[in-house]
């Protein structure tokens, strides 16, 4: 059974630009929600799609927004990149449950450096 | 706001010489408490949840336990492949958790 796939492992930025993640979830996976880690404040929660909604949203800037396609996928997007948004990104779906909360299987990350 | 504050930022310990870790939260509606484990260069690995005060469970040499205000894992006879960077987290919605820092498990042999 696959993983959580995410794409490009590795990218390099400038100042300015923008950027797009990618991310497969398992396979019937139909919640895909996103992290940031950074050495400084650990993991933050970014949002949560299902089924093509967000369902939830984290306290980041405007900048930093994602959606979800029909077949679960998912990308995040990063505008007008800063310093500060080095970092590696987190991918994780889950099989959503009606009560409790959901077991995540997280993505090996895309490392984002800023110059 | 939700807090998960964790303890000790990092721990070294011998093989063999039992330890806990502690993670103290407060999360409105917790709906479980996680932990997951971290290797270097990858994403976090689930190991256990945790939905009521006084509940345990146990995997190989790792037993976690939680109290309305906080949760351990024990960690008993490790070996050198259990170290790793452990995270506690509580969940307040379906998917969305809050992250303590972690513990920088390092086990020598």
Redesign the interface.
């Known amino acids: 059974k696959a993983g959580?796939t995410q794409t490009p492992r590795y990218l390099i930025k400038t100042r300015g630009q923008q950027v797009t993640l990618s991310c497969s979830p398992i396979s019937g996976h139909r919640?895909v929600?996103w992290?940031q880690q950074t050495p400084g404040?650990?993991?933050?929660?970014l949002f949560?799609y299902?089924s093509e909604t967000q369902?939830?949203k984290?306290n980041f800037p405007g900048r930093f927004s994602g959606r979800q396609f029909s077949n679960s996928r998912s990308e995040m997007n990063v505008s007008t990149l800063e310093l500060g948004d080095s970092a590696l990104y987190?991918c994780?779906s889950?099989l959503?449950?009606v009560s409790?909360?959901?077991?995540?299987?997280?993505?090996?990350?895309s490392r984002l450096t800023v110059l | 706001e939700d807090q998960v504050t964790q303890s000790p930022e990092a721990l070294r310990l011998q093989e063999g010489e039992s330890s806990s870790l502690n993670c103290s939260y407060t999360v409105s509606g917790l709906r479980g408490l996680f932990w997951y484990r971290q290797d270097p260069g990858k994403g976090p690995e689930f190991l256990f949840t945790l939905y009521s005060a006084g509940e345990e469970k146990e995997k190989e040499r790792l037993k976690a336990t939680l109290t309305k205000k906080e949760s351990f894992l024990h960690i008993t006879a490790p070996k050198p492949e259990d170290s790793a960077t452990y995270l506690c987290a509580g969940a307040s919605g379906y998917s969305t958790l809050t992250f303590g820092k972690g513990t920088m498990l390092l086990v020598s042999p």
């Open positions: 959580v919640s929600s992290y404040q650990g993991l933050q929660f949560e299902f369902r939830n984290g987190l994780a889950s959503d449950t409790g909360a959901n077991v995540l299987t997280f993505g090996a990350g």
